[in-house]
């Protein structure tokens, strides 16, 4: 944010300062008096807003904002916050003199005499649409990425899902013929029971796999750990060969997350699928949540997080490999067995989610990938999972 308090300054005389003021063109800097009239404008005023000074000066500084921010009072409020408390800040939508408007960065401090009296107040105001718009075009991408890895990731489950529904179909068929062929109505009940046991489990595996297909927004909310835990593991079991052992084991009374739900179950499969794709022939896959207090350890973190640790008996990463894993576009995986991209998306989900992602790794005895994600903390008491 820009500091206007270099206007006050008593080394440089006025002339230099009108001289330096009127240099800058990526800045409008100009004067309001203590109702908010502009009163000085220099050439990033009329570059940035597209007045003359003499068009502004005398007018409010109001002029500048959009009718719905006037009408809510939003001009009115940075004055008396400025005037109240020496400065105010703000970021919004401003309108130029064509009628277009742009997104800007404002600063508006006031300017005391030598007897400390309020005489005015410098306002500086930056264009960054291009910045904001570069970052919302970075979030839409991000979006687009999770979706189409979501769909890689529903191509890996589903191979696993055609295997499950053809055993219920099994039951189901041989269930209905013996039933069929027995006289014993006992006997023929527990057929029956049979085919509804496995019919269930099967609108189950589909309920599963459409509610992580569904493409949604960006999702916010308060979940629990293992509500998520207990999703994943249903959508999970079916991606894992045999020779893989899946071990869990939870924490109880986990205190909650606020994420994106869809994502998060995304990063862990991402970890899953890299630990087995890490086991060559048989080995075990450890998932562990615990609560965690953090003082500085991992990348300067503070506070109370929920660790999920993805722990596998795989080849390990080599230390030379170790720097270049979190890359996008980084895989060690033959042409078409990867992306790269698997471990990019879950370092930019830690981040976006205000935590970390750490790895500690042994050539040869295996990979253990930690995702730190901060406990939600309400302002009076934390509520616990289960
Ligand atoms: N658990 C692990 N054990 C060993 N190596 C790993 C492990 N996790 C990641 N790696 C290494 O990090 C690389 C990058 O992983 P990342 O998930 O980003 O991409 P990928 O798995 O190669 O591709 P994709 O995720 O698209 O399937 C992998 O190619 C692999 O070399
Ligand atoms: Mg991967």
Sequence with gaps: MVSANCIA????PASRYEQLVQSVVDYAIYMLDPSGRVVSWNA???????????????HHFSLFFTPEDCADGRPGRLLHQALEQGVAQDEGWRVRKDGTRFWALAALDVIRDEQGEIIGLAKVTRD?????ESALQLDAVRAQLFQAQKLEALGQLTGGLAHDFNNLL?????????????????????MLQHILDA????????????????????????I????????????LEHALPRD???????????????????????????????ARDAIAECGTIRLAVDAVELAGEVEGLHGTYVCFEVQDSGEGIDPQVLPRIFE???????????????????YGFAKQSNGAISVDSTLGQGTCMRLYLPAYQPEAGIPFDG
């Design 9 to 12: 300054h008593p080394v440089m």
């Design 44 to 58: 990033g005023a009329e570059r940035i807003k597209g007045y003359r000074a003499e068009e502004v000066i005398g």
């Design 128 to 132: 960054i649409t291009d910045r904001r």
């Design 170 to 190: 099994t039951i189901i068929i041989s269930s209905a013929r013996m039933a069929l062929g027995s006289p014993d109505p006992a006997r023929v009940q527990r």
């Design 199 to 222: 019919g269930q489990r099967g609108t189950e595996l589909t309920q599963q796999l459409l509610s992580f297909a569904r493409h949604r927004q960006l999702d916010v909310s308060l």
């Design 224 to 235: 629990a750990p293992s509500s998520l835990l207990t999703a994943t593991r249903g959508l």
């Design 244 to 274: 893989i052992t899946l071990l869990e084991r939870m924490q109880p009374g986990l205190p909650l997350i606020e994420v994106d739900a869809g994502q998060l179950q995304m990063v862990l499969l991402n970890l899953l699928f890299n």
């Design 328 to 346: 996008p576009f980084f895989t060690t995986k033959a042409f078409g067995q990867g992306t790269g991209l698997g471990l990019s998306q879950v």
